[in-house]
């Protein structure tokens, strides 16, 4: 079937820190890869996304690149920000028009 | 352009009633597709719907349906209510097209809470 497994949080960063948050994948085809976060409050909004293999989707310092090989999209930034508290979603979708499959979120906060 | 709107944000109700939400999609959207967030969980699909037909369903009982209207905008029903239908639920929009993949919009969801 079709799957997306997170690292387990909840992950506590100081300031400026580098993070990393795993995501594998399990996927019957050829999928698209998606981070989304989500601020308390509020809906989901995209992050970043990747469409194939070897591309990295990059946005407000976050990248992941799509590594078809070990089936991952692990999310990076080089130095949080306390803004960048929130849970991140990695998810897949296998084409066009198609249901989205989510992890199950991994709850970062950054001290400052 | 408006973002997606859903209503109402927070309800409550008891185990048996029935409860509509309600989700006006982004403008320029055709498609929309709603989500059951369980607490601490990711989004799981229930179903979409695209040109006012269900175009796609996730692993829900026939008591979640739905509506989509002309305009877009989508109603989410559920009947005879269970405490585990307790959950956000998210209504998501996107232009459905060929190439490359669909990116959701979302709203801020409708909380519910069954008694």
């Known amino acids: 079937g079709n799957s997306v497994t997170q690292m387990e949080g909840p992950v506590t960063l100081s300031e400026e820190a580098f993070l990393t948050i795993n995501c594998t994948y399990t996927a019957t085809g050829y999928p698209s890869l998606f981070w989304y976060v989500q601020y308390p409050g509020e809906g989901l909004q995209l992050l970043l996304k990747?469409?194939?293999?070897?591309d990295k989707g990059s946005n407000k310092g976050f990248e992941a690149t799509y590594r078809k090989e070990t089936t991952s999209f692990h999310l990076e930034k080089g130095s949080v920000q306390v803004s960048d508290s929130a849970v991140y979603f990695c998810a897949l979708t296998l084409m066009t028009g198609n249901q989205f499959y989510f992890g199950t979120g991994t709850s970062l906060t950054v001290i400052p | 352009e408006t973002g997606v709107t859903q209503s109402p944000t927070h309800l409550i109700k008891t185990r048996g009633q029935q409860v509509t939400l309600r989700c006006s999609s982004q403008?320029?959207?055709?498609?929309v597709s709603w989500y059951q967030q369980a607490l601490g969980q990711g989004p799981q699909f229930i179903f979409q719907?695209?040109?006012?037909?269900?175009?796609g369903r996730g692993n829900f009982p026939p008591r979640f349906s739905g509506l989509q209207f002309p305009n877009y905008s989508s109603e989410l029903n559920v009947n005879a209510l269970e405490l585990d239908d307790s959950a956000l639920y998210l209504c998501a929009s996107f232009l459905q097209s060929v190439s490359g993949a669909n990116v959701l919009t979302f709203g801020a969801g409708s909380r519910l809470t069954v008694l």
């Open positions: 403008s320029g959207h055709n498609t």
């Open positions: 990747a469409t194939k293999a070897d």
């Open positions: 719907y695209y040109r006012e037909e269900e175009n």
